[in-house]
Nanobody
């Protein structure tokens, strides 16, 4: 069974730094696009950043110039480095991965992590 395991959240002061990690575990053929989304209670889940298996990145405007998304294909892991976070970055952050379960079959399936709280204090 495929699972996404997140780590690295918690409390950080504004202007500090924080790094989130997420690894895909279980039995699968390959991992396609990976990324991070975030959600504040009462709001929809919003894109933070994504990265393809070839390293092409996409950022929400709010994350550009402050956050960096990266991945380690050998570890099937994705990371989000948050520099100079602001109180408005406080949210539950969700890892996302598109996973191909069976080699030779092109279909990718979407998986989400359980969510990890990030709180930025002013």
């Amino acid at each position: 069974q495929v699972q996404l395991v997140e780590s690295g959240g918690g409390l950080v002061q504004a202007g500090g730094s924080l790094k989130l990690s997420c690894a895909v575990t279980g039995s699968f053929a390959s991992v396609g696009i990976m990324g991070w989304y975030r959600q504040v209670p009462g709001n929809q889940r919003d894109l933070v950043a994504t990265i393809t298996d070839t390293g092409v990145t996409n950022y929400a405007d709010s994350a550009k110039a402050r956050f960096v998304v990266s991945r380690d294909n050998g570890k099937n892991a994705v990371y989000l480095e948050m520099a100079s976070p602001k109180p408005e970055d406080t949210a539950v952050y969700y890892c996302y991965a598109a996973v191909r379960k069976v080699r030779g079959i092109s279909a990718y399936y979407s998986y989400w992590g359980q969510g990890i709280q990030v709180t930025v204090s002013s």
